[in-house]
């Protein structure tokens, strides 16, 4: 026991003895000019070192010194790229006898580093290692060879022989402060605490890694910690990582990622990957949660970036979220060209709720940005979508009054609407070059319901083009095209729609809740204008629209019960009420040419035609104020009883004017009886005349008669 006590003793006293010689042997500041020299060979970086190095002992031997900085390129917004207040590490004490300085751990405390990109393209984190610069050997001929020369090269050799030697274990980073400044996207990021750790680093062999990043923007609040495994080429050409593990968190006040975890088992440029993501959401706007995975593969040239089968699932509710609930399940194919700015994007499918979507899209981004793309969906219900994020389409009701009449505190809903009012921004049909089609199977768009449909449309330079446009619609098809060219002062459109053989009823009710009118429709519109601001948008729309209806009927008048009732009136007889009689009015065929200008649609050819009656009529109808002004005249053709017709056959040979006038949710119908029997006694004179004139051979006296009788009717 005595001698082991012993022998430790003098092993403790030769390794103090050892550590004391070194201490005042080796000079830790002879390492400066050589950590200078390799860091420039490495990054071409300039290294300074203001304070002095120093030996440490505890906990472990090793060098501390402070006050480090490593110069930036010339033309950066700061002197220095990377400051740091403290550097430690520990060494081996052996191999420094043999000039091999071998460092453990490198510890950075205080550190501040600051990565920019100027608006030239040129960034301070690309590192160049200067050219060595060979200078040519002078020759020696034998004559030249002297002892002077001879003894010089013996020590320039002796010198060169024995170098230092530098290897690092690992870097660790404590706490430390990071900024990116990109001048060319005018963005600057602040990390206000950083902290890295690489241990066991050698080249061309696996090292562990882990890091630490926490900072906040504005109302932002983030963090990101990953750990995993990273190797380095000499030359810094080739590069690897394997085991990475990412986990993150952020909030904002919208928006809260309790955790996002991304997994990968290998990234290497030129050999395929797996990553892996689930993301994990809460708060009143998004909650839920998104997993998924892809394939990663980046070419050793940067220059092609692929995704590949992209699956992405994910349960998501809250109030940013269109619809509720939202299950998706999302499958792509994405490649990125960096060289040409191109990306292509497949979608196998890509499932939401009970919609599907399929198809692809290509873009080139450039000055003008190109994007060409084809989809395909068997659904889309617009209405769900606006329901669900509290924009509700409201329909056209009757109980609704013209905003343009109302008022309030004597200020009229249409001033405050002007006032308020402008065109607007159209500048990105300028800066795109867009074209494509869509396909869907089943639309439902203001509760109305459409089926396949198909759509192409383009925007180039100012112009949006709607080429096709066709669907079918409650039993007929409607097409469409159009032209918006916002090139001008004020944005200008035309349109071209077709509506064939529509059922009326179902469309109407759909559209505003009303059922006023039935029948098979077709309806052919030509539409110009220009100014898409609130209060220019309908007083510009000009046109004609073609309407030609088929046997249909108008609800909520019945013209022969209506006839009959003011008749009885008229005369004074008893008006007897008839439970059963419908409020509508049967037809064969309408028709109608409606021109619209500066807020009035105004028709002059108003036809009706059924078994019982043929109707006129000409007006106008205000569509900005929403009232009508409209004289329909109608004729009764044959006998109408059943419709409300008992007794008025009488009136069979004249033409009865209706007026038609007020606001469209309650238009008031008024018969000009007047007018009414005074074509009755007309017709009734010019009866008797014939008959009268049949017995008077005298022609003088027939003129003479007839200007006389007919004259007590004006």
């Known amino acids: 026991m005595k001698k082991l006590i012993i022998t430790l003793a003098v092993i403790v006293c030769l390794l103090f003895t050892a550590i004391v010689t070194l201490v005042l042997v080796v000079d830790p500041n002879q390492f400066k000019p050589l950590l200078v020299r390799e860091v420039k060979k490495t990054t071409g970086l300039d290294l300074s070192i203001n304070a002095d190095i120093s030996w440490t002992f505890f906990p472990t031997f090793g060098l501390e010194v402070g006050d480090i900085a490593l110069k930036n390129p010339h033309g950066f917004s700061r002197t220095n790229l990377v400051t740091v207040d403290t550097v430690s590490f520990n060494v081996e004490l052996l191999p420094l006898l043999d000039h091999e300085l071998q460092v453990g751990e490198v510890s950075l405390k205080g550190a501040d580093i600051q990565l920019e990109k100027l608006k030239s393209g040129l960034t301070n984190y690309e590192f160049k290692s200067p ?22 090269t013996s020590a320039d050799e002796k010198k060169e022989a024995n170098p230092w030697r530098i290897s690092v274990a690992g870097v660790d980073i404590d706490h430390a402060k990071f900024s990116m400044i990109d001048q060319v996207k005018n963005s600057k990021t602040d990390i206000s605490d950083l902290t890295f750790s690489l241990s066991d680093f050698q080249f061309d062999r696996w090292a562990p890694f882990s890091f630490a990043i926490a900072g906040e923007m504005d109302q932002q609040v983030f963090h990101l910690d990953g750990n995993g495994e990273f190797k380095i080429d000499q030359q810094f050409k080739k590069y690897a990582l394997q085991k990475i593990h990412l986990n993150t968190s952020y909030r904002n006040p919208e928006f809260d990622v309790n955790k996002a975890a991304l997994t990968m088992a290998s990234f290497e440029l030129g050999k395929p990957g797996l990553v892996q993501l689930s993301v994990t959401m809460q708060g009143d706007n998004v909650s839920g949660k998104v997993e998924g995975q892809s394939g990663l593969l980046i070419e050793p040239s940067m220059k092609t970036i692929q995704l590949s089968e992209i699956a992405l699932n994910g349960d998501l509710t ?39 979507l399929d198809g692809q899209l290509h873009a080139t981004l450039s000055d003008i940005p190109k994007v060409r793309f084809d989809f395909h969906s068997n659904k889309l219900d617009l209405d769900n979508l606006l329901a669900s994020s509290g924009a509700s389409p409201q329909k056209a009701t009757g109980s609704q009054k013209p905003a343009q009449s109302a008022s309030v505190s004597g200020t009229s809903v249409e001033s405050r609407t002007s006032s308020g009012s402008g065109e607007p921004d159209l500048s990105v049909l300028k800066q795109v070059d867009i074209a494509g089609s869509v396909r869907i199977d089943d639309v439902k768009a203001n509760n109305v319901t459409l089926s396949n449909l198909m759509t192409s449309m383009h925007i180039n330079k100012g112009k949006a ?31 071209d729609a077709d509506i064939e053989s529509v059922q009326v009823q179902p469309l109407l009710i759909a559209l505003a809740d009303k059922d006023i009118l039935e029948g098979s429709g077709t309806i052919k519109a030509v539409l110009t204008g220009k100014s898409l601001s609130t209060d220019k948008l309908v007083k510009n729309l000009a046109g004609t629209v073609d309407i030609d209806f088929a046997d249909g009927a108008v609800n909520g008048i019945n013209v022969p019960q209506m006839i009959r009732v003011q008749y009885a009136k008229f005369k004074g007889e008893p008006i007897t009420t008839e439970e059963e009689a419908a ?17 009035q649609a105004t028709t002059n050819n108003l036809k009706m035609a059924s078994p019982l009656l043929r109707i006129s009529g000409k007006g106008s109808a205000n569509y900005i104020q929403q009232t009508t002004d409209f004289v329909v005249r109608t004729s009764l053709v044959k006998s109408l009883e059943g419709q409300g017709g008992q007794g008025i056959d009488k009136l069979r040979d004249v033409t009865i004017p209706i007026k038609v006038t007020g606001p469209w949710a309650e238009p008031k119908y008024r018969i000009v009886f007047d007018d009414v029997l005074k074509q009755k006694a007309e ?29 007590l009717l004006n």
Request: aromatic share 6%.
């Open 318 to 356: 809250g109030s940013m979220v269109p619809v509720k609930p939202f299950k998706f399940d999302f499958n792509s194919n994405i490649t990125v060209n960096t060289e040409s700015q191109h990306i292509s994007v497949t979608i196998p499918q890509f499932v939401l709720n009970d919609m599907t």
């Open 465 to 495: 083009v709607l080429s096709q446009f066709r669907a079918d619609l409650y039993d007929g098809t409607v097409q469409a095209k159009g032209v918006l060219d916002a090139t001008k002062k004020l944005p200008v459109y035309n349109m």
């Open 683 to 711: 017709k009734e004179l010019d009866r008797g005349l014939k008959k009268l004139d049949s017995k008077i051979k005298d022609e003088k006296t027939k003129k003479a008669l007839n200007s006389l009788l007919k004259g």
């Open 131 to 152: 050219q060595t610069q060979t200078e040519p050997k002078p020759q020696i001929t034998a004559n030249e060879n002297s002892s002077s020369g001879a003894e010089k």
């Open 583 to 599: 409020k509508k009015t049967d037809f064969s065929s309408l028709t109608a040419t409606v021109n619209l200008k500066e807020g």
